[in-house]
């Protein structure tokens, strides 16, 4: 028999810091609930359809899943242009504690692309062990991530040969103090230089528990990039439980249209159920 779920929205926080979360709870045994942190920019609009089959996919499997808006982003409250690292580390220890107290005990975390490091970073300052950690298509380098977002707007300067930019110059006018806008997101130098600083590897710790590597590959039987192998292999090696799965799936984060096949929603999910 299928399991039902109750799916609400809740505005957690003191007023003007309010975080929206999406909640999805199974009304008949909840086994534990799940974070799911969201990728950056515009990469978290590309991803909500997916992450909406995941949390249905959870619920089946008997967990609750809350998605979390950090500061200034969605329909949480707060300006992009103030967000830093440190406040959306502080938002997601806020919604982990809410969670905790409201639903039942967190014990794992799905990140998606940056949200990887996120989830990492949460994880080590937590006083509870996580048992697993899924990281789907992570972000392992911060300033590779970067780069990429600036292209957005170098890529949008084109179109006008008097003011073409740069990756470099539009770096050097962070470096400057400026805050520069990215495809509608005001991006500042203090959230720019905490992106650039980041190492996902060095991040995960013992806390993030089982690690669940999962990157998409273009075709069935296609094998993951010799990056994620390697870095798999480091984790291992520190002896950490971690695994490198591939799912074959189109860039959903990334991707003109709409990407969200429930066969990676129920890999991502199945994850989850493995260390439960």
């Known amino acids: 028999m299928a399991i039902r779920a109750q799916t609400r929205v809740?505005?957690?926080?003191?007023?003007?810091?309010?975080?929206?979360c999406v909640l999805r709870v199974p009304q008949s045994g909840l086994k534990a609930c799940v974070l799911l942190l969201p990728p950056f920019g515009e990469e978290m609009n590309k991803s909500r359809r997916l992450l909406s089959l995941v949390a249905q996919s959870l619920a089946a499997r008997g967990f609750a899943s809350a998605l979390v808006d950090l500061h200034g982003t969605g329909d949480s409250d707060g300006e992009f242009?103030?967000?830093?690292?440190?406040?959306?580390?502080?938002?997601?220890?806020?919604?982990?504690?809410?969670?905790?107290?409201?639903?039942?005990?967190v014990t794992a975390m799905l990140g998606v692309r940056l949200g990887c490091a996120l989830a990492a970073g949460l994880a080590a300052r937590s006083t509870q062990p996580l048992q697993s950690s899924v990281y789907?298509?992570?972000?392992?380098?911060?300033?590779?991530?970067?780069?990429?977002?600036?292209r957005l707007r170098v890529a949008a300067s084109l179109m006008d040969a008097d003011s073409r930019e740069s990756v470099a110059g539009l770096r050097s006018q962070l470096a400057a103090g400026a805050t520069i806008?990215?495809?509608?997101?005001?991006?500042?130098?203090?959230?720019?230089?905490?992106?650039?600083?980041?190492?996902?590897?060095?991040?995960v710790d013992r806390g993030s528990g089982s690690i669940h590597w999962i990157e998409t590959v273009r075709e069935p039987g296609a094998s993951p990039s010799q990056a994620s192998?390697?870095?798999?292999?480091?984790?291992?090696a520190r002896g950490l439980n971690?695994?490198?799965?591939?799912?074959?799936?189109?860039?959903?984060?990334?991707?003109?249209?709409?990407?969200?096949?429930?066969?990676?929603?129920?890999?991502?999910?199945?994850?989850?159920?493995?260390?439960?």
């Open 229 to 236: 192998v390697d870095t798999v292999a480091r984790l291992t």
């Open 81 to 105: 242009a103030d967000a830093t690292w440190a406040r959306w580390l502080d938002d997601g220890s806020r919604v982990l504690a809410w969670c905790t107290a409201r639903i039942g005990p």
């Open 181 to 203: 806008e990215v495809a509608g997101y005001e991006l500042s130098p203090k959230l720019a230089d905490d992106i650039d600083q980041i190492r996902l590897p060095a991040i």
């Open 136 to 150: 789907l298509q992570p972000v392992p380098d911060g300033s590779r991530m970067l780069d990429q977002f600036l």
């Open 242 to 276: 971690a695994e490198l799965i591939a799912v074959p799936c189109d860039p959903f984060w990334s991707s003109t249209e709409i990407v969200a096949p429930p066969a990676l929603a129920n890999a991502v999910a199945n994850c989850v159920g493995a260390a439960a």
């Open 10 to 20: 809740e505005m957690i926080g003191p007023e003007q810091s309010k975080l929206c």
